[in-house]
């Protein structure tokens, strides 16, 4: 039997009606995520060409700088987020400052602000290893037809009304959430279309994969190396298995497929962690949540902390609900 898969553009419109505020402007607002996607899909998987196909120097053919990658991913997310009139401001871990859109034209109904990482894990480019785009959309606070604010941007995470990553892997995938679970789209390169590959993602209540960076163990607190041992214990279903690829969305996207948890915690060195809650640990919580998942700093609920910067980090754990109840847990009695 042949089966027609559905393409994410067909998804986003068929869905439409689901989103509490269906209005199209969302949709339009993932149509440009895809389409970017697909953009800086094409020019990650040529990196390794860069030095071959290069221009001399530093210059490309037409002139411009030969840029960074993130850099490149950067700058195709803004411009394609920029041309529909949806967006209000765009925050990017790129930036040291939030961008405002439209901000001189008073008659704009721009209502959507983007909160974008434009590439995660970007020390995995030189090694070919996949890295990812991660994305977290909110209604503005302020009032339509007036400049962007910070407070727009410093929304708690549960707030959210969309978020998402790309992964650039052995193949690309778009997956995303409206608050109405989490969907998986591959990309086929011959056609240029996101396909819905995996529908209804769910993390297993359960796994045995912990990923985290245990170069770190001596500066992590007592929890977490509690938590760490309690893995690598002998037991019916341990020790657990270690996976850390160094790339949060390609972590997160393995965990969620096959039951795991993503540890990022405080250390004597960075006390607050090294990820951004803003545009790396909301959105990854919120798709979390909705794949049954669970996200916190191993006290809080991700999404309830109260934001106070743009790019403020937080001691992030997440993944499959028991193994993150197990950590929080370790951390408790730690205290
Ligand atoms: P980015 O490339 O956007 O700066 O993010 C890298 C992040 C995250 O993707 C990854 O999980 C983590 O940094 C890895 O950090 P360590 O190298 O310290 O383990
Ligand atoms: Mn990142
Ligand atoms: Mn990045």
Redo the contacts with the bound molecule.
């Keep these: 039997m042949t089966h027609k898969k559905q393409t994410l553009g067909e998804f986003i419109i068929e869905n439409q009606s689901s989103f509490q505020y269906s209005s199209g402007e969302l949709s339009s607002l993932l149509n440009s995520i895809r389409l970017a996607a697909k953009v800086v899909n094409h020019e990650v998987n040529k990196a390794g060409l860069v030095d071959i196909i290069g221009a001399a120097g530093d210059t490309n053919i037409q002139g411009e700088d030969q840029q960074k990658l993130d850099v490149y991913a950067n700058d195709k997310f803004i411009q394609t987020l920029t041309k529909r009139n949806i967006v209000c401001g765009i925050a990017s871990?790129e930036e040291d400052d939030f961008v405002a859109i439209n901000s001189q034209d008073e008659n704009h109904q721009n209502k959507y602000v983007v909160l974008i990482?434009p590439l995660?894990?970007s020390s995995n480019i030189d090694v070919n290893v996949s890295v990812g785009t991660?994305f977290s959309i909110y209604r503005r606070v302020t009032p339509v037809g007036t400049p962007v604010q910070l407070e727009d941007f410093l929304q708690k995470g549960s707030e959210q009304v969309a978020a998402g990553y790309v992964v650039y892997g052995t193949s690309t995938m778009l997956v995303y959430t409206t608050g109405d679970g989490v969907n998986g789209f591959t990309l086929n390169p011959a056609i240029g279309s996101f396909y819905l590959s995996h529908p209804d993602m769910q993390f297993p209540e359960d796994g045995n994969i912990y990923s985290v960076n245990e170069g770190n163990y001596i500066h992590f607190p007592q929890g977490v190396k509690n938590y760490i041992k309690y893995c690598q214990e002998e037991e019916e279903d341990r020790p657990y298995t270690s996976r850390y690829i160094g790339s949060?969305v390609s972590d997160f996207h393995r965990n969620m497929i096959k039951g795991g948890i993503y540890l990022y915690p405080q250390s004597s060195k960075n006390p607050n962690g090294k990820?951004r809650l803003l545009y790396?640990c909301n959105p990854m919580a919120f798709l979390a949540e909705q794949a049954n998942g669970k996200s916190s700093d191993g006290f809080t609920r991700t999404m309830d902390v109260e934001p106070t910067e743009l790019h403020q980090r937080v001691p992030f754990i997440c993944g499959s609900k028991n193994m993150v109840e197990k950590a929080e847990e370790f951390m408790r009695n730690a205290k």
């Design positions: 871990e990482d995660d894990g991660i949060l990820l790396e």
